[in-house]
T-cell receptor
């Protein structure tokens, strides 16, 4: 009964070679999030979509882009990965935005990105 | 600036004891606070939510308290089991301004059999 699915689970890329991570959900939630998490650190929000409305965090590098073609799918594109981008990338969904009702976040299993 | 602090040192306890984890925050007026569990190599899993006007919330062996004067939440696991070993993250949300969760870096709990 997977609700938030991320593919691939492990991704290896070369320095500077574009990479796309994908996330899909079966919950029909309005909001989809992408987080970056490095070892022993807090998940760091990169951006989120409320339906088609895109919200970028102020400190998210331009190297990171996202697409949400429909309710179910969301993609994270890293245009030119650097060694510092090696991390776990987590996708999450919620019915509503944080601070309101129905905003518990459901996370996928994550994609571990390695940059060589 | 807004800050969430969780003890970065691992908490080691014996099976059957109560584990208590702390989440402190500064420069924040949260509408609520959430606790998540994260196992190695996996995404966080939601456990409990407590709102600013609630003092305590319980769910089975879990209990969360929220003191907005101290700017602190305590997370308790009673009768702890080795299966409770994981990292526990707290997260805060405001109902104004930035409508997103801010996570702490978590505390690793190790329950010894």
């Amino acid at each position: 009964d997977a609700m938030v699915i991320q593919n691939p689970r492990y991704q290896v890329t070369q320095f500077g070679k574009p990479v796309t991570l994908s996330c899909s959900q079966t919950l029909n939630h309005n909001v989809m999030y992408w987080y970056q998490q490095k070892s022993s650190q807090a998940p760091k929000l990169l951006f989120h979509y409320y339906d088609k409305d895109f919200n970028n965090e102020a400190d998210t590098p331009d190297n990171f882009q996202s697409r949400r073609p429909n309710t179910s799918f969301c993609f994270l594109d890293i245009r030119s990965p650097g060694l510092g981008d090696a991390a776990m990338y987590l996708c999450a969904t919620s019915r509503g935005l944080a601070g309101g009702q129905g905003d518990t976040q459901y996370f996928g299993p994550g994609t571990r990105l390695t940059v060589l | 600036s807004q800050k969430i602090e969780q003890n970065s040192e691992a908490l080691n306890i014996q099976e059957g004891k109560t584990a208590t984890l702390t989440c402190n925050y500064t420069n924040y007026s949260p509408a609520y606070l959430q606790w998540y569990r994260q196992d190695p190599g996996r995404g966080p899993v939601f456990l409990l939510l407590i709102r600013e006007n609630e003092k305590e919330k319980r769910k089975e062996r879990l209990k969360v308290t929220f003191d907005t004067t101290l700017k602190q939440s305590l997370f308790h696991i009673t009768a702890s089991q080795p299966a409770d070993s994981a990292t526990y993250l707290c997260a805060l949300a405001s109902d104004t301004g930035r409508r997103a969760l801010t996570f702490g870096s978590g505390t690793r709990l190790q329950v010894q059999p």
